[in-house]
């Protein structure tokens, strides 16, 4: 053992010449014991509150992921104002694409046949009817004229949307219990027509609340969508006499 | 001391504070940061006591001062100097000091600051409270081998320091 080491356990003791009371030092070893608990606790219980409401949020994501439409179930009819439902429906897929945000559509009964769909526009805000949208098929493989309205025997010159589709819109406001907004759409490559007739509802004598749910740019974008065009079976038409069907401002004019 | 025993517990507390104070006061060279630290260290182990996850209280209450040093700033915080009254003294103080005597302590406690606080923490645990090479290594989380370096790195320069100051050989 060297001298160093002989003398240090001595010299350090003689260190604490000058030592300070003890006090209330055990005390205070126990006061802060008891904070370092309450704070643990604390710690504990916080952390266990986030860990469930942190389940629940994903519980909540993942149902409402899983399945979608659980939101909209179990809901009244169409009509009373209800969200709307998410059938199969391509044509109302395409409908809901082109409506206006403050506005729901929603399938009217009779809701469909063969060739021709219709539903209710409804204010989202109010849940007052706001119109009508009838959408109705046809089969035209070799062509159709599209009518003029001030000349029967005239075929209009239909505008175009891609190189497929030609379209015409048409617009009626001259009577405010019936405004219409109407568009016609064929798909050159299979013949397929499809017709858009948007209708204000009836009633308000008002020409503003009269007005169609879908203005003449939307008529004639949703005719001219190919979701739409090919929303409806290949064998529905509306080409023979069904008085099913939707009656048109401006009937299609097939050949005969 | 049982793990169960609130009596127990408290007899240990009150039993190792004077100690564990001295060995922060060892450490640091300050008795406010010495009662501090000793305070937080025992507070600790009571807290962990009562959830029954201390199984050698020597052990961890000690783990619990060094550790502290080690996340206090490096600076030297304290410079030692000798006590200017010998008759304010506290209860454990070994009567009036020769000047020699002073010098010699003050020498080697300033000495033993200009150590890094992991070779002081092994100078204290082994030479002032008496741990065993193993024990130290335990409360450190060191190896032996290392706290045997350590502690003859601490040695070799307090033996330097005093045989310099002229006081090395002095008794």
């Not at chain 1, 469930?52 to 179930?73: D, E, F, K, N, W």
């Not at chain 2, 300033?110 to 090479?133: I, W």
Request: with cysteine; glycine share 10%; hydrophobic share 40%.
């Amino acid at each position: 053992m060297t001298v160093i080491q002989e003398q240090l356990g001595e010299t350090l003791k003689q260190a604490f010449h000058g030592e300070p009371p003890v006090a209330d030092g055990i005390e205070a070893v126990y006061r802060r014991a008891e904070i370092i608990h309450r704070r643990r606790l604390r710690t504990v219980i916080s952390s266990g509150v986030a860990a469930v409401l942190l389940v629940i949020a994903l519980g909540y994501g993942l149902t409402t992921a899983i399945l979608p439409g659980s939101a909209s179930r179990g809901v009244a009819s169409p009509t009373a104002g209800s969200p709307p439902t998410p059938p199969a429906d391509p044509v109302l897929a395409a409908v809901r694409t082109v409506i206006a945000k403050d506005l729901r559509v929603v399938p009217r009964e009779p809701v469909r046949g063969d060739g021709w769909r219709q539903y209710t526009v409804l204010s989202r805000e109010s849940g007052h009817p706001r119109g009508l949208i009838e959408v109705s098929a046809y089969a035209a493989p070799d062509g159709i004229c599209f009518p003029v309205l001030a000349d029967d025997d005239a075929c209009a010159r239909p505008d175009r949307a891609g190189d497929d589709v030609e379209y015409v819109r048409y617009a009626d406001d001259r009577d405010v219990e019936w405004q219409v907004n109407e568009a016609i759409a064929r798909r050159s490559s299979d013949g397929r027509v499809v017709a858009v007739q948007a209708t204000g509802e009836r009633g308000t004598t008002d020409a503003e609340q009269g007005r169609p749910p879908l203005t003449g740019p939307q008529t004639a974008r949703l005719a001219a969508d190919p979701r739409l065009l090919s929303a409806f079976g290949a064998e529905e038409r509306c080409n023979g006499p069904n008085p099913a069907c939707p009656l048109l401002s401006v009937p299609v004019r097939l050949p005969a | 001391m049982g793990k169960d025993s609130g009596g127990g517990l408290h007899e240990f507390v009150t039993g190792r504070y004077p100690d564990m104070r001295r060995s922060a006061f060892l450490m640091c060279g300050d008795w406010s940061v010495a009662d501090e630290l000793t305070r937080w260290s025992l507070a600790h182990l009571v807290a962990e006591h009562r959830r029954g996850e201390i199984d050698d209280p020597d052990a961890y209450a000690y783990a619990q001062l060094m550790a502290a040093f080690q996340h206090r700033p490096a600076r030297r915080e304290h410079v030692f100097v000798a006590a200017s009254d010998p008759e304010g003294a506290g209860p454990d103080t070994r009567g009036p000091h020769d000047g020699a005597d002073q010098i010699r302590t003050v020498l080697l406690l300033d000495a033993l600051h200009e150590l890094t606080p992991r070779c002081r923490a092994v100078m204290v645990l082994r030479h002032f409270n008496g741990f065993a090479v193993d024990e130290t290594a335990d409360v450190l989380g060191l190896t032996d081998k290392r706290v045997e370096a350590y502690e003859a790195a601490g040695l070799a320069a307090l033996e330097r320091l005093l045989v310099d100051s002229g006081s090395g050989g002095g008794r």
